[in-house]
């Protein structure tokens, strides 16, 4: 079945350690997206893709790195710069074609910091 | 650059009856989609419904149906004979085929009462 797929679904980080989230999509989309989740605020756009080795910030990449290597996949990095991680963490990757685009999301990471 | 707001954080409604979620966005293009996404507790976001901004046509789905006004930029959801699975959190979005960003409203709580 075509869908994204995001691991591990619970992590924990001890404080000053880096943490990989990682993201795999098999639906061919070429953008591809993370998003952070607190309680009030919505989705803010941390990074997100067009393509294969291109990546842009969003609104709050400050702590947060990504690569874009392979189309399929687009993992995140939590750095130890991000001063306050614990949060939930989507994934989604779209395609768009005039006439028609859709939108897709991974089943998300809960990040604590212990 | 683009926005998109949901001026209410919390809707209720009984069930059987209708209820309208709004939201406007702000862009200067004219080639774009628009998005409800409904998260329930699990937090695995669902596609509700999409509307391209090129048809004049309000999407539809069962139930769901929007009222898209492109020359105000706004794009409510309405929900008939609503259900007790129709509770949770609601998010508008908005997506331009330039940038392939997409951008999220901060969303809006529906509470189902039996």
């Known amino acids: 079945d075509g869908g994204i797929t995001q691991s591990p679904k619970y992590l924990f980080r001890k404080e000053g350690q880096n943490v990989t989230l990682s993201c795999e999509q098999n639906l061919n989309h070429d953008a591809m997206y993370w998003y952070r989740q607190d309680p009030g605020q919505g989705l803010r756009l941390i990074y997100y893709?067009?393509?294969?080795?291109?990546?842009q910030k969003g609104d709050i990449a400050e702590g947060y790195s990504v690569s874009r290597e392979k189309k399929e996949s687009f993992p995140l990095t939590v750095t130890s710069a991000q001063k306050n991680p614990t949060a939930f963490y989507l994934c989604?990757?779209?395609?768009?074609?005039?006439?028609?685009?859709?939108?897709?999301f991974g089943q998300g990471t809960r990040l604590t910091v212990v | 650059a683009q926005t998109v707001t949901q001026s209410q954080p919390e809707m209720s409604v009984q069930e059987a009856e209708t209820v309208t979620l709004s939201c406007t966005y702000d862009?200067?293009?004219?080639?774009?989609?628009l998005f409800w996404y409904k998260q329930p507790p699990s937090r695995q976001m669902i596609l509700v419904i999409r509307?391209?901004?090129?048809?004049?046509q309000n999407a539809t789905e069962n139930r769901f149906s929007v009222n898209f006004q492109k020359a105000a930029k706004s794009f409510s959801l309405k929900i008939s004979d609503s259900q007790l699975g129709d509770a949770a959190m609601y998010f508008c979005a908005y997506l331009w085929g330039g940038s392939e960003k997409l951008v999220f409203g901060k969303g809006t709580k529906l509470t189902v009462n039996p």
């Open positions: 509307q391209e901004a090129y048809k004049q």
């Open positions: 989604a990757s779209s395609m768009w074609d005039r006439g028609y685009t859709e939108a897709f």
């Open positions: 893709s067009q393509i294969v080795n291109d990546f």
């Open positions: 862009t200067s293009e004219s080639d774009y989609y």
